[in-house]
Each structure stands twice: as structure tokens, then as C-alpha cells.
């Protein structure tokens, strides 16, 4: 995978040195949103840890605010389809 964020050797603090970056994934934001990417990354100690960018900084990205970025994007396909339900 390649990124031109991140990049193998990267250390990242309090995560880590990355070793293998292995899924790439695009983040979506209500508003104006320009940390849109995200990362499952091998560290060097073999853990895989996920990180995002805040404010143009890489970070870790836990479990929670994940969850959360997931129920804002389901919020937003929920409205989508129902004005195509709408329209259609």
C-alpha cells in the first residue's frame, strides 16, 4: 500500500515505528473535512494499530472515535437514500 501521508519507518508517537502499511481507507466528514484518510498499519513490535490524520498531524485512531465517524457516514447514507426514495 502506498500513502503520501504516511510512509514505512515512520514513527509515529505513542504508537510507534511503522513496519508495513496494510489498508488504506478513505474517511468521510460532515462539513469541511481535509484529515480523509486512515490507516491499518504493522508497527514494528508486529501489533497493527489504525491511525488517521488530525489536523494534517498522523494519530492514532481508537476504537471509539471510529465507531462514531462510522454512525455519522450511516446517518448520511440513511438521508441520502430517503430523498432518492423521494425523487424517485
Keep these: 500500500?502506498?500513502?503520501n501521508v504516511i510512509e514505512v519507518g515512520q514513527v509515529?508517537?505513542?504508537v510507534g515505528?511503522?513496519?508495513r502499511i496494510v489498508q488504506v481507507v478513505t474517511v468521510l466528514h460532515v462539513g469541511?473535512?481535509?484529515d480523509n484518510e486512515?490507516?491499518?498499519v504493522e508497527i514494528e513490535d508486529g501489533q497493527?494499530?489504525?491511525l488517521t490524520t488530525d489536523n494534517g498531524c498522523?494519530?492514532?485512531?481508537?476504537i471509539k472515535d471510529m465507531q462514531a465517524k462510522m454512525m455519522e457516514a450511516r446517518e448520511?447514507?440513511?438521508g441520502i437514500a430517503q430523498l432518492i426514495a423521494m425523487t424517485a
Design 17 to 19: 515505528e511503522i513496519r
Design 1 to 3: 500500500m502506498k500513502s
Design 32 to 34: 469541511k473535512g481535509l
Design 58 to 62: 498522523v494519530v492514532a485512531w481508537s
Design 12 to 14: 509515529v508517537p505513542g
Design 48 to 50: 497493527f494499530a489504525a
Design 38 to 40: 486512515a490507516w491499518l
Design 76 to 78: 448520511s447514507m440513511i
